[in-house]
């Protein structure tokens, strides 16, 4: 979370109020629109839940304060002139008053609905944070392979990114197979094991992508035609 976003970096405007967009930061729906000024931009950090500046009322407000449906700070972003924020949160709840997930759904919407089929808040993985990693192994293929591990995966070409991802993919299956044998008190290191060797995986199988100039909305285009049939 970008929590060194501070008041004298807010291009406010003249009430002393910004537009803030709470976005769910699971899968990227918009869920609200509403102003904050600097007191509701302190508390919100401070507290790590989201508070506005009611408009209405004069006063700051805590969202969720009445209802419980609160909304729990992931990350805080200023847009390019400064005067936006966007603010992506785990909701508890529904977002609008209507009982709605979103203020932009329509009203007898349900209020898990995101998608055809939407997979309910509490169950979601969060893999869209994955764009976060793709965009960061793309700046790298621009970097001095001397500092930075994955230009230099990218400079040694597919032999040297694939070598990794048949490394890391075997290292998944033992990592598994440990976990598979382990007694209930040897679980939790299994467990941290198997998941440090499929993020090391999924890294490095990007990296490969981006050595072959393949953007990974294709394979996510495959998956989802895969679905359909």
């Given at each position: 979370?970008?929590?060194?976003?501070?008041?004298?970096?807010?291009?406010?405007?003249?009430?002393g109020?910004?537009?803030?967009?709470a976005q769910?930061?699971?899968?990227g729906?918009?869920l609200?629109?509403?102003y904050?000024?600097?007191?509701?931009l302190?508390a919100?950090?401070?507290?790590?839940e989201?508070?506005f500046?009611?408009?209405?009322?004069?006063?700051?407000?805590?969202?969720?304060?009445?209802s419980g449906?609160v909304?729990?700070?992931v990350?805080?972003?200023l847009?390019?002139d400064?005067?936006a924020?966007l603010?992506?949160?785990?909701?508890?709840?529904?977002?609008c008053h209507?009982?709605?997930r979103?203020?932009?759904?329509?009203p007898?919407?349900p209020?898990?609905a995101?998608?055809?089929?939407?997979?309910?808040?509490a169950?979601?993985?969060?893999?869209?944070w994955?764009?976060?990693?793709?965009?960061?192994?793309?700046?790298?293929?621009t970097a001095d392979?001397?500092?930075?591990?994955?230009?230099?995966l990218?400079?040694?070409g597919?032999?040297?990114a694939?070598?990794?991802?048949?490394e890391?993919a075997?290292?998944?299956?033992?990592?598994?197979?440990?976990?598979?044998v382990?007694?209930?008190?040897?679980?939790?290191?299994?467990?941290?094991?198997?998941?440090?060797e499929v993020?090391?995986?999924?890294y490095?199988t990007?990296?490969?992508?981006?050595?072959?100039?393949?953007?990974p909305a294709t394979?996510?285009?495959?998956l989802?035609?895969?679905?359909k049939?």
């Amino acid at each position: 979370m970008d929590a060194g976003i501070a008041g004298s970096e807010v291009a406010w405007g003249p009430s002393g109020l910004v537009p803030g967009v709470a976005q769910d930061a699971s899968d990227g729906r918009v869920l609200m629109v509403a102003y904050l000024d600097s007191e509701a931009l302190a508390a919100t950090l401070a507290t790590g839940e989201v508070h506005f500046h009611s408009r209405s009322r004069d006063r700051l407000w805590r969202k969720g304060e009445t209802s419980g449906n609160v909304l729990q700070l992931v990350d805080l972003a200023l847009d390019c002139d400064g005067d936006a924020l966007l603010i992506q949160v785990n909701p508890a709840g529904s977002t609008c008053h209507r009982g709605t997930r979103s203020c932009f759904d329509p009203p007898d919407s349900p209020a898990d609905a995101a998608a055809p089929k939407a997979t309910p808040a509490a169950a979601r993985q969060g893999f869209d944070w994955l764009e976060t990693l793709w965009a960061t192994i793309d700046d790298r293929a621009t970097a001095d392979p001397a500092t930075s591990y994955t230009a230099r995966l990218l400079a040694g070409g597919v032999d040297a990114a694939g070598r990794k991802v048949t490394e890391e993919a075997t290292e998944v299956l033992m990592a598994a197979k440990d976990d598979a044998v382990a007694t209930l008190d040897h679980r939790d290191a299994t467990r941290a094991a198997l998941t440090g060797e499929v993020a090391d995986l999924l890294y490095h199988t990007l990296v490969l992508l981006r050595e072959r100039g393949l953007r990974p909305a294709t394979v996510i285009a495959r998956l989802r035609d895969r679905h359909k049939g």
